[in-house]
């Protein structure tokens, strides 16, 4: 009679060891796929960066031009790259803190806002648009592309947050600290 208890509790230790070791090899692949959906995100971000940096008008023209109110906007339009660069940086370092990704989803919407004045300015100025329209549509695809892979990316963090959330691997999440993540998404 003790043989066959002693065979059921090694039995019982043996499939929670495998248990464990499977749910734990789940997380790190999830959490794999997150850092690989930034990578990408990364990458549609910094290609969009690029592009916004290369409309801005040379530092010696922002400061001849001071007097025309056009300025300020590109100005604040530089000043939102270099916040929106700085949360990048920052977040390619730990793409799975929630802090560094809401201060990257913070930064896009000063970006979106600073482009967003930029486009009002080219509608008023009578002189015709500072940018040309196939920049534009440069913009708007590469924007497309920044929006899919964010998308990709918040579906790995909701499914890594969703797995972290299940009992019994609530437990493991709880054990070896795998903290809930958070995609960088923009305000409507």
Avoid at 37 to 47: K, Y
Avoid at 66 to 74: E, L, V
Avoid at 88 to 103: I, Q, V
Avoid at 155 to 178: D, G, K, S
Wanted: proline fraction near 5%; aromatic fraction near 8%; hydrophobic fraction near 50%.
């Amino acid at each position: 009679m003790p043989l066959s208890t002693s065979l059921v509790a090694w039995s019982l230790f043996a499939l929670t060891v495998f248990w464990a070791v499977g749910a734990y090899n789940r997380l790190v692949r999830l959490r794999a796929e997150i850092k690989t959906a930034f990578a990408a995100f990364d990458t549609e971000v910094t290609r969009l960066l690029d592009l916004l940096r290369g409309m801005l008008p040379p530092e010696d023209a922002l400061a001849v031009s001071q007097f025309d109110g056009g300025s300020a906007i590109w100005a604040g339009l530089q000043g939102a790259l270099a916040q929106c660069d700085a949360s990048l940086a920052a977040a390619r370092h730990r793409p799975l803190e929630a802090e560094r990704m809401g201060a990257l989803g913070a930064a896009r919407d000063a970006l979106a806002t600073a482009w967003a004045r930029v486009q009002a300015e080219d509608a008023h100025d009578l002189a015709g648009p500072r940018v040309p329209e196939t920049l534009h549509q440069r913009h708007q695809a590469l924007l497309h592309g920044v929006q899919a892979e964010e998308q990709r990316l918040a579906q790995a963090v909701a499914r890594y947050n969703a797995a972290i959330r299940q009992f019994p691997a609530v437990l493991l999440a709880l054990l070896f600290r795998f903290e809930p993540a958070r995609a960088p998404v923009m305000t409507p």
